[in-house]
Antibody, heavy 121, light 109 residues
């Protein structure tokens, strides 16, 4: 079955760069029609899509955060990495990674448990 | 950027009642709209995709409708486990990406 798990620091200081890793199983990012995305959720607030990478290395970013985000994949390790530069307290949120595939029209059908990242000095 | 507006913000109903949640897009998204359910401390769960298709394992009491800019999620008869926050989400080819609505909290009356 498909599983995803996020990992990374729980606390970062303002202006630092955040690096999060999504480690997954049950699918391959070398399979046509597959992708992995990142979504975040500040405490008590709504979901916000951040970025997505497809099997063919095509990448999509949220327009409002594009300048701060980089998404990459390591197919051999079954991992996707998201980096976000210049972190600010407003970036405090639970960060999720999620699976998409063509057969389900690229909606987020499997999610990780999420990892809470706090930005504070 | 396409904005999704959900209403109401909070919906108070009793088990057994019918729930109707709305999602309006700032411009047409065709049928590229999904609904998710999120319970406290959990990741969201995909309920409906492409406006009206139930995801795998989703009970038949959940249904979606609409196209263009106006969409509805209906829960025909509420079960205790249905009380949660619901989000709509659109995916667009141009500009490419995804947007979520601000959510509707479905609470027990």
């Amino acid at each position: 079955q498909i599983t995803l798990k996020e990992s990374g620091p729980t606390l970062v200081k303002p202006t630092q760069t955040l690096t999060l890793t999504c480690t997954f199983s049950g699918f391959s990012l070398s399979t046509s029609g597959v992708g992995v995305g990142w979504i975040r959720q500040p405490p008590g607030k709504a979901l916000e899509w951040l970025a997505l990478i497809y099997w063919d290395d095509d990448k999509r970013y949220s327009p409002s955060l594009k300048s701060r985000l980089t998404i990459t994949k390591d197919t051999s390790k079954n991992q996707v990495v998201l980096t976000m530069t210049n972190m600010d307290p407003v970036d405090t949120a639970t960060y999720y990674c999620a699976h998409v595939e063509r057969t389900l029209e690229y909606y987020f059908d499997y999610w990780g448990q999420g990892t809470l990242v706090t930005v504070s000095s | 950027e396409i904005v999704l507006t959900q209403s109401p913000a909070t919906l108070s109903l009793s088990p057994g009642e019918r729930a109707t949640l709305s999602c309006r897009a700032s411009q047409s998204v065709s049928s590229y709209l999904a609904w998710y359910q999120q319970k406290p401390g959990q990741a969201p769960r995909l309920l409906i995709y492409d406006a009206s298709n139930r995801a795998t394992g989703i009970p038949a009491r959940f249904s979606g409708s609409g196209s263009g800019t106006d969409f509805t999620l209906t829960i025909s008869s509420l079960e205790p486990e249905d009380f949660a926050v619901y989000y709509c989400q659109q995916r667009s080819n141009w500009p490419p990406g995804y947007t979520f609505g601000q959510g509707t909290k479905l609470e027990i009356k």
